[in-house]
Nanobody, 121 residues
Framework: QVQLVESGGGLVQPGGSLRLSCAASGNIFSINAMGWYRQAPGKQRELVTAITSGGSTNYADSVKGRFTISRDNARNTVYLQMNSLKPEDTAVYYC???????????????WGKGTLVTVSS
Protein backbone atom coordinates (compact mmCIF):
# COMPACT_ATOMS: atom_id res chain seq x y z
CA GLN A 1 0.00 0.00 0.00
CA VAL A 2 1.33 3.40 -1.01
CA GLN A 3 0.35 6.67 0.62
CA LEU A 4 1.07 10.27 -0.32
CA VAL A 5 0.81 12.80 2.49
CA GLU A 6 0.88 16.51 1.70
CA SER A 7 1.60 19.35 4.08
CA GLY A 8 2.29 23.06 4.03
CA GLY A 9 -0.92 24.61 2.77
CA GLY A 10 -2.60 27.56 4.43
CA LEU A 11 -3.58 31.19 4.16
CA VAL A 12 -1.06 33.68 2.80
CA GLN A 13 -1.26 37.29 1.65
CA PRO A 14 -0.66 38.23 -1.97
CA GLY A 15 3.05 38.40 -2.65
CA GLY A 16 3.80 35.90 0.09
CA SER A 17 5.36 32.45 -0.03
CA LEU A 18 4.47 28.91 0.94
CA ARG A 19 6.27 25.61 0.69
CA LEU A 20 4.35 22.41 0.09
CA SER A 21 5.71 18.96 0.82
CA CYS A 22 4.53 15.53 -0.23
CA ALA A 23 6.01 12.37 1.23
CA ALA A 24 5.42 8.96 -0.31
CA SER A 25 5.47 5.91 1.93
CA GLY A 26 4.70 2.23 1.72
CA ASN A 27 5.87 -0.61 -0.47
CA ILE A 28 7.78 1.37 -3.10
CA PHE A 29 10.15 -0.02 -5.69
CA SER A 30 10.92 3.29 -7.37
CA ILE A 31 9.33 6.67 -8.05
CA ASN A 32 9.31 8.01 -11.57
CA ALA A 33 7.68 11.41 -12.16
CA MET A 34 6.47 13.48 -9.23
CA GLY A 35 4.33 16.56 -9.55
CA TRP A 36 1.72 18.96 -8.34
CA TYR A 37 -1.74 19.65 -9.70
CA ARG A 38 -4.27 22.17 -8.49
CA GLN A 39 -7.99 22.63 -8.66
CA ALA A 40 -9.62 25.98 -8.07
CA PRO A 41 -13.34 26.27 -7.22
CA GLY A 42 -15.44 25.65 -10.29
CA LYS A 43 -12.45 24.74 -12.45
CA GLN A 44 -10.85 21.58 -13.71
CA ARG A 45 -7.75 20.13 -12.12
CA GLU A 46 -4.64 21.38 -13.91
CA LEU A 47 -0.97 20.48 -13.93
CA VAL A 48 1.17 23.01 -12.09
CA THR A 49 4.58 21.40 -12.35
CA ALA A 50 6.32 18.03 -12.55
CA ILE A 51 9.81 16.62 -12.12
CA THR A 52 11.24 13.41 -13.53
CA SER A 53 13.45 10.97 -11.69
CA GLY A 54 16.37 12.54 -13.53
CA GLY A 55 15.49 16.02 -12.36
CA SER A 56 13.96 17.48 -15.52
CA THR A 57 11.14 19.88 -14.77
CA ASN A 58 8.23 21.53 -16.51
CA TYR A 59 5.90 24.29 -15.33
CA ALA A 60 2.57 25.76 -16.29
CA ASP A 61 3.04 29.16 -17.90
CA SER A 62 1.05 30.77 -15.09
CA VAL A 63 3.62 29.80 -12.45
CA LYS A 64 6.92 30.01 -14.34
CA GLY A 65 9.43 32.13 -12.49
CA ARG A 66 7.42 32.00 -9.26
CA PHE A 67 7.17 28.31 -8.34
CA THR A 68 10.00 25.80 -7.99
CA ILE A 69 9.64 22.04 -7.75
CA SER A 70 12.30 19.83 -6.22
CA ARG A 71 12.60 16.29 -4.92
CA ASP A 72 14.55 14.36 -2.33
CA ASN A 73 14.82 10.82 -3.62
CA ALA A 74 16.27 9.50 -0.37
CA ARG A 75 13.15 10.69 1.46
CA ASN A 76 10.67 9.94 -1.36
CA THR A 77 9.53 13.52 -1.02
CA VAL A 78 8.63 16.24 -3.49
CA TYR A 79 8.48 19.93 -2.63
CA LEU A 80 6.82 22.96 -4.17
CA GLN A 81 8.23 26.36 -3.28
CA MET A 82 5.66 29.01 -4.17
CA ASN A 83 6.75 32.65 -4.20
CA SER A 84 5.01 35.86 -5.25
CA LEU A 85 1.66 34.22 -4.69
CA LYS A 86 -1.40 35.71 -6.33
CA PRO A 87 -5.10 35.37 -5.47
CA GLU A 88 -5.53 33.30 -8.63
CA ASP A 89 -3.19 30.69 -7.14
CA THR A 90 -5.89 29.87 -4.61
CA ALA A 91 -6.76 26.19 -5.02
CA VAL A 92 -6.48 22.75 -3.55
CA TYR A 93 -3.05 21.45 -4.46
CA TYR A 94 -2.66 17.73 -5.10
CA CYS A 95 0.53 15.73 -5.12
CA UNK A 96 0.87 13.14 -7.90
CA UNK A 97 3.47 10.41 -8.23
CA UNK A 98 4.13 7.66 -10.73
CA UNK A 99 5.29 4.82 -8.49
CA UNK A 100 6.52 1.34 -9.24
CA UNK A 101 5.77 -1.28 -6.60
CA UNK A 102 7.02 -4.79 -5.94
CA UNK A 103 7.11 -7.51 -7.03
CA UNK A 104 6.97 -6.71 -10.75
CA UNK A 105 7.76 -3.00 -10.74
CA UNK A 106 4.50 -2.07 -12.43
CA UNK A 107 3.99 1.70 -12.26
CA UNK A 108 0.73 3.32 -11.22
CA UNK A 109 -0.53 6.82 -10.55
CA UNK A 110 -0.96 7.79 -6.92
CA TRP A 111 -2.59 10.96 -5.57
CA GLY A 112 -2.52 12.79 -2.28
CA LYS A 113 -5.71 14.01 -0.63
CA GLY A 114 -4.89 17.63 -1.33
CA THR A 115 -3.91 20.67 0.68
CA LEU A 116 -5.70 24.02 0.47
CA VAL A 117 -3.76 27.13 -0.46
CA THR A 118 -5.63 30.41 -0.03
CA VAL A 119 -4.08 33.66 -1.21
CA SER A 120 -6.00 36.59 0.18
CA SER A 121 -5.52 39.85 1.99
Amino acid sequence: QVQLVESGGGLVQPGGSLRLSCAASGNIFSINAMGWYRQAPGKQRELVTAITSGGSTNYADSVKGRFTISRDNARNTVYLQMNSLKPEDTAVYYCHCDIATPPWGDAMDYWGKGTLVTVSS
